[in-house]
């Protein structure tokens, strides 16, 4: 093993579960498969609110002695290579000031995710500087907002208003999800009584494989079926919502999508709690275009005006490709969109550099797991060779180039053009299949016809090795290996 620094660019442990306070935020995937493969998930709770999630993450870093490599309230602000000594050369920016500090490293990680950590998406709104409410976006909630007994209208119908809307709805006076067009929503129980059975009966560890190869079948079980009968499944997803919500409720207005499952994320509900604030008059929907906001509110294009004390924007996150770090080789900047994904965790024409992004269809840190494992394998090979620098080459010109995500949804259309792009065929596609990318990452070889494997006799030595315990990579992050 070598000597690792992690570079965190926040103050704290716990990357998005940290970052985001607002009330109810939650993860939409399920803990056994969202959290770490090494470590079982052991709450109760299968789908989990941000505090237990940061708890987690926390008892992570401390079980495997990882706070020592991680060095908090590091932004990486700069990343170059040279290929003369096969090494990174990092800059990093000290929060709270302008100081920053110079890494180098033979390898570079980057665990910074999909989205910007300083600011996430709003649309500019008519009238907004009329309106004589408070405005706030999920992603920066005041600490001191109190919204009780108040009127409160949610903008937005993905993973974050569904959450917002039952939380809120507890105590405010009355919630409004107000939303273009609505999205598919599914509820799914917040317990899962076979693994909390499993776990009685033959311990969490062993537990944990069960409940992990379950839920991983029929999360791509049901999106398979998505993409291969969309009708079925359409209706199915439908006639759930229907069966929690009212007879009277106009499901075919507010939770009848215009495009087939899965062409977007399928929003989870746990215990169906959306349909059940509905249910009791606590929360409603409103499904049409905004006009302008008002001194007391929003009007509407049907000419309907939503009186609000509060209005909440969850309209959706900014993504960002690698956390906004400047790349470059040989002093030539390197612009994440002009290179192309190998296997999806490495970049055409850049050398010793490995990227975790998730899965889109499936619990994120599987593919982070499978990333990771790759990664060391490819390590020890270059190792037992006596290689310093490795380098995928797109050189194949039957391979297309297309982009890294194909879902249609606005946050990613509004950014994917920043990404590295997706090859469509051999080691360049992005698989969003957990099946295939078992077989691609973990069965497959390390060596590949597309990687230029290079000795750098006159590279500088690395860091004496020492012992270190295997970790997660905290998210965000940066590693320098």
Request: net charge positive.
């Amino acid at each position: 093993m070598y000597e690792k620094d992690i570079l965190e660019s926040r103050d704290a442990i716990g990357g998005t579960w940290d970052l985001f306070r607002y009330p109810g935020i939650r993860s939409d995937s399920d803990m056994p498969t969202f959290g770490y493969g090494f470590k079982p998930w052991t709450h109760r709770t299968s789908i989990a609110g941000g505090p237990l999630i940061v708890d987690y993450l926390r008892q992570t870093v401390s079980q495997y002695g990882l706070a020592r490599h991680i060095r908090l309230g590091h932004r990486v602000v700069s990343a170059e290579f040279s290929s003369a000594t096969g090494r990174w050369t990092v800059t990093a920016r000290h929060s709270g000031s302008r100081r920053r500090t110079t890494f180098t490293a033979r390898f570079l990680f980057l665990g910074t995710g999909m989205y910007d950590h300083d600011a996430g998406f709003t649309p500019e709104f008519t009238g907004i500087e009329d309106y004589a409410g408070t405005v706030v976006h999920p992603q920066h909630w005041p600490a001191d907002l109190d919204y009780t007994g108040k009127h409160v209208v949610v903008i937005g119908s993905g993973a974050t208003a569904v959450t917002l809307v039952p939380s809120m709805a507890r105590t405010a006076g009355h919630v409004t999800m107000l939303q273009r067009s609505p999205g598919y929503v599914l509820s799914l129980p917040a317990h899962d009584a076979l693994a909390n059975l499993l776990r009685n009966l033959i311990g969490h560890r062993r537990a944990h494989r069960i409940v992990r190869r379950k839920n991983i079948m029929v999360t791509r079980g049901v999106y398979r079926a998505s993409r291969r009968l969309p009708g079925p499944v359409r209706r199915l997803l439908i006639a759930d919502v229907r069966r929690r919500l009212p007879r009277h409720f106009d499901v075919d207005t507010h939770f009848t999508p215009r495009y087939d499952p899965w062409d977007q994320r399928l929003c989870v509900v746990p215990d169906g709690d959306l349909f059940e604030a509905i249910t009791a008059g606590r929360a409603s929907v409103a499904t049409d275009h905004i006009d302008r906001f008002t001194r007391t509110g929003i009007r509407l294009r049907s000419g309907q005006e939503l009186t609000a004390d509060v209005v909440v924007t969850a309209t959706g996150l900014t993504m960002s490709p690698f956390g906004k770090i400047r790349l470059s080789v040989d002093g030539r900047e390197t612009r994440p969109s002009d290179t192309t994904a190998f296997k999806a965790m490495m970049l055409s024409g850049v050398p010793n550099l490995v990227f975790a992004l998730g899965y889109t269809n499936l619990s994120w840190t599987l593919k982070i797991d499978l990333v990771c494992e790759h990664f060391c394998r490819l390590l020890d090979h270059m190792d037992a060779h006596g290689y310093d620098t490795v380098e995928p080459v797109l050189d194949d010109p039957a391979v297309a180039r297309v982009p890294y995500l194909d879902l249609n949804s606005n946050y990613v259309l509004r950014s994917i053009g920043d990404f590295p792009r997706a090859g469509t065929s051999g080691p360049w596609t992005v698989e969003m299949a957990y099946e295939r990318d078992v077989q691609r990452l973990r069965e497959g070889p390390a060596e590949d016809s597309a990687l230029r494997f290079t000795a750098v006799r006159q590279a500088p030595p690395g860091p004496p090795p020492r012992p270190v315990p295997p970790g997660p990579l905290p998210a965000p992050g940066r590693a320098a290996r």
